[in-house]
Nanobody
Framework: QVQLVESGGSLVEPGGSLTLSCVASGFTLNHYAIGWFRQAPGKGPEGLSCISSINDTVGRTYTAPSINGRFTISRDSAKNTVYLQMNSLKPEDTAVYYC??????????????????????WGQGTQVTVSS
């Protein structure tokens, strides 16, 4: 059974850092694009970052311009896990964070940013709250 499980979300003060984890089971995530997304209350899903399959562009990463370099996506193949390192967190980063994959979509298509619904397999999400 294909499953993605996110963890690492918590309450953090503005300016703080968090690392989110996305553990995959039932498939080898090396071979598929993995995206990180978030959804704030009352808003639609927002694409944050994407890491490519090793089968195309050999693990190239993409990050939304609005993030301004504060977030970094990475992958540990041995642990079948993708991470999102988040620095300089702001109150507006408060949201539920999700990882997702799709058997067809590639990161270079840009769909992770323009149309998150393209990704068809999602985790349950982890809450990140940035507040003093």
């Amino acid at each position: 059974q294909v499953q993605l499980v996110e963890s690492g979300g918590s309450l953090v003060e503005p300016g703080g850092s968090l690392t989110l984890s996305c553990v995959a089971s039932g498939f080898t995530l090396n071979h598929y694009a993995i995206g990180w997304f978030r959804q704030a209350p009352g808003k639609g899903p927002e694409g944050l970052s994407c890491i490519s399959s090793i089968n195309d562009t050999v693990g190239r990463t993409y990050t939304a311009p609005s993030i301004n370099g504060r977030f970094t996506i990475s992958r540990d193949s041995a642990k079948n896990t993708v991470y999102l390192q988040m620095n300089s967190l702001k109150p507006e980063d408060t949201a539920v964070y999700y990882c997702a994959t799709d058997w067809i979509t590639a990161c270079y298509s840009g769909n992770w940013y323009s149309d998150p619904a393209t990704f068809t397999s999602w985790g349950q999400g982890t809450q990140v709250t940035v507040s003093s």
